[in-house]
């Protein structure tokens, strides 16, 4: 089961700009087949479907631990992708100077036709995301190997959309996105040396390029991001401890897992899309909920 919050990874920074262009080349991090659904969905299915977790059970926690934290990856790449889009179009309800008229030429129209200038469960170039980019063989050794190709491979994508976006909002998410990646990386590198004896971390940085070459990354891994682990749950899955101990292979300072989820920060909140119709409900009159909340006595 999942227990949410109403919280946000990391806190971006208002765009400098509307960017339409820059939010479609961060849908392959939200979308692409490195991208954040896929990990999430890889090892969301990954652990729902492991077998012999009595006597394997580290190694479900250690996967089923990830899974959790993936679900607020896929959260933070849509807001960076929103704050994005947002600014990109003429506020309003008259249609005939044509509000929309300033994206006709925007890489994904899918963002304004589809969607309220919101993200999309697709790639960098609006193919849609499919299940066929979850691997799960059941074969304990041939799923951690995908894990850690995949992390690798999601590395590489997050460094090279880094490479073509400028604005501090995006940088800002793509960097905490490489540190806790990165760790990700590690995890499964520390899960095969545990299964195989064989010395994978040595691998650690794929691309070779470290996480420190990101400006935006210092303050996280100044707070030793890189090394907590969370279980996304207070009292479950702390047999992952018993795989993710030792040092980092880059720093050598030592591992830690941590009972929870990271506290996180508030959302931001998305001014409404008049000329996409959003969100529409015109005649909703907030003072109908204060009274009803005043009688049910619920804080709003
Ligand atoms: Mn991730």
Not at 67 to 72: F, L, N, V
Not at 150 to 163: H, I, S, V
Not at 164 to 192: F, K, Q
Request: aromatic share 10%.
């Amino acid at each position: 089961m999942i227990l949410k919050a109403d919280k946000i990874a990391v806190e971006l920074p208002i765009p400098n700009n509307p960017a339409p262009n820059d939010a479609a080349a961060i849908q392959e991090l939200l979308g692409g087949k490195f991208g954040e659904m896929s990990t999430l969905m890889n090892y969301t299915f990954q652990s729902f479907n492991f077998r012999g977790r009595k006597r394997l059970r580290p190694y479900y926690d250690v996967i089923a631990s990830i899974a959790g934290e993936e679900y607020s990856h896929i959260e933070a790449v849509s807001y960076a992708i929103n704050l994005l889009l947002t600014g990109s179009t003429t506020r309003g309800h008259d249609p005939k100077p044509g509000p929309l008229k300033e994206v006709v030429d925007a890489r994904n129209t899918y963002h304004f036709l589809s969607t309220a200038q919101t993200a999309t469960p697709t790639d960098s170039m609006g193919n849609f995301w499919t299940g066929q980019n979850v691997f799960n063989s059941g074969n304990l050794r041939l799923d951690l190997l995908h894990n850690f190709f995949l992390e690798c491979g999601a590395r590489a994508n997050k460094m090279k959309a880094y490479e073509m976006v400028t604005d501090p909002c995006a940088r800002e998410m793509i960097a905490y996105l490489l540190v806790r990646g990165g760790l990700h990386v590690v995890a499964y590198a520390r899960a095969l040396e545990h299964l195989t004896g064989v010395a994978v971390t040595k691998l650690v940085p794929t691309p070779e390029l470290s996480n420190k070459a990101f400006p935006e990354t210092h303050k996280w891994e100044s707070q030793d991001s890189h090394l907590k682990l969370y279980t996304y749950s207070e009292k479950d899955f702390q047999q992952a401890g018993l795989i993710w101990n030792g040092p980092h292979p880059e720093d050598g300072k030592p591992l830690e897992v941590v009972f929870g989820a990271p506290e996180g920060f508030t959302p931001p909140d998305l001014e409404e899309e008049p000329q996409l119709s959003a969100p529409g409900a015109e005649d909703i009159d907030p003072d109908m909920f204060k009274d009803i909340a005043k009688k049910m006595g619920i804080k709003i």
